[in-house]
């Protein structure tokens, strides 16, 4: 058996083995596809119309809240202290759902889960900060599989405990808590990152490090405005950016809320609910979207933006299905679709914005368009959702989340039509002339890393 202290001589694969476990755990949670059949069960007994209206959307404001904060906070702790309480958060979070009856324990749920989404951004970046470059798509590789393979187990454990061993929610709770306390235990055996992207914590004059020093406050300063400058230079980019938090707001619209629809079509107390078999279907389903994402030969500088409208396209009428069926089936595969096509089209987006930038632009350009997609979010919440205004049963909510998919889908039709015919028109000297006088900026540090498909985002979450 190969030993702690050989694997940590290697340099990276012992952080790599360490957070891809965590990962694993983290994400198997069975009791995630049935959260609201137990929030408005006999455990809970919370109203459907409370928490549609109250309870969830209690999770965004807290989640835009926090978001920002947490960034900067993850690579000034150097990651691992960020992770080691994501792992604390997850634990508390099933507690709570175990063992604290009442309104007001759930509401403060809703915060505490938004603490632990935010943290989401340390998973891969704490692993940037410790390997070398030449292993960033290899470790990006083993890390996405790990979460991919938990989830699924989770889901699918889930769903097998509920329809053939009858287990009641609240033991399936138990099981996941039993589970994330597990992947807090191996979080706390991460290697500590030396230094983070922005804040370098470079030696003092008196040999210690000045981690809170001016000097490194102004770095992270000019190393994140240099950052952004380089990362929104390009109008293509821009474009990928804008479409990844359009697209990012309305998925989470559907995915917080898509189990109320579900129990509204076919309510949990009276029926048989297969949630779980249909997230584990999703994340195969949209893994392979993913797969053939990258063995898939498209120029997509031509039709990229066209490939994002087509697609939002039919995740707009996956979501108009979910909506207007009566017929529970239906909307599950509507979801499928829906989840498998902003699989696939977020997976390109991340290719083309990774593989364009150092790795520091990309955490910001994380960062960023997570902050917009998010505040668009509270947005639609604010309005469509919340209780203090128009507070919309759930059935409208959809047709409003397909509507907004649909407009998605119109813009960038348009420009990806443009895009098309503006290059298969103009001249190849135009072209080649017009890459060359592509703005760039020079980076304080000029890391650059392999590009990767990774999915950041929305996870399944017990709030």
């Avoid at 108009?320 to 089209?345: C, D, E, P, R």
């Avoid at 639609?380 to 759930?394: N, Y």
């Amino acid at each position: 058996m190969v030993s702690c202290a050989k694997l940590k001589s290697t340099g990276w694969v012992f952080p790599t083995a360490v957070l891809s476990l965590y990962g694993f755990f983290a994400n198997c949670r069975p009791a995630e596809p049935f959260l609201t059949p137990y929030l408005i069960g006999p455990y809970k007994n919370i109203s459907e119309e409370v928490v549609t209206n109250y309870l969830f959307p209690i999770w965004t404001y807290s989640y835009l809240a926090v978001l920002f904060p947490v960034f900067l906070l993850t690579d000034f702790l150097r990651y691992k202290p960020v992770i080691v309480v994501q792992g604390l958060f997850l634990v508390t979070n099933y507690v709570l759902l175990c063992f604290a009856p009442g309104l007001t324990a759930m509401t403060f749920l809703q915060f505490n889960y938004a603490v632990v989404t935010s943290t989401e951004v340390a998973y891969f970046s704490y692993i940037y900060s410790v390997i070398p470059p030449e292993r960033y798509q290899q470790a990006t590789g083993y890390l996405r599989s790990a979460m991919l393979t938990g989830s699924t187990l989770g889901a699918t454990l889930g769903q097998l405990l509920v329809s053939l061993a009858g287990l009641d929610y609240f033991y399936l709770n138990a099981v996941s808590l039993g589970i994330l306390s597990v992947a807090f235990l191996i979080s706390i055996w991460l290697p500590m990152p030396q230094q983070g992207m922005f804040f370098r914590g470079e030696k003092g004059a008196g040999g210690s490090t000045g981690w809170c020093s001016l000097h490194n406050v102004v770095y992270a300063g000019r190393l994140l405005w240099s950052s952004f400058r380089e990362s929104y230079s390009s109008k293509k980019l821009v474009y990928w950016s804008l479409w990844w938090a359009l697209a990012t707001a309305g998925y989470g619209q559907v995915f917080n809320y898509i189990q109320l629809m579900w129990d509204h079509i076919e309510p949990s107390s009276t029926s048989s609910v297969y949630n779980g078999g249909v997230e584990a279907i999703c994340a195969v389903v949209g893994a392979a979207a993913a797969f053939c994402v990258g063995h898939v030969k498209v120029t997509w500088d031509v039709w990229g933006e066209l490939s994002l409208g087509v697609f939002s396209a039919v995740g707009a009428g996956a979501v108009f299905l979910i909506g207007l069926t009566s017929n529970i089936w239906a909307s599950y595969a509507g979801y499928v679709i829906f989840k498998a096509s902003y699989m696939l089209l977020i997976t390109i987006t991340t290719f083309q914005i990774a593989s364009n930038l150092s790795m520091a632009c990309y955490a910001l350009t994380f960062g960023v368009n997570t902050f917009i997609a998010l505040l668009l979010q509270t947005i639609l919440t604010a309005i469509v959702v919340d209780e203090t205004a128009l507070g919309l049963d759930i059935v409208t909510q959809f047709i409003i989340y397909g509507s907004y998919y649909a407009t998605i889908s119109v813009l960038f039709l348009i420009r990806g039509m443009y895009t098309a015919c503006a290059q298969h028109c103009r001249p190849k000297q135009a072209m080649d002339q017009e890459q060359k006088e592509e703005p760039k900026v020079e980076m304080p540090s000029s890391d650059r890393f392999c590009s990767d498909h990774r999915q950041y985002g929305y996870t399944n979450k017990p709030r």
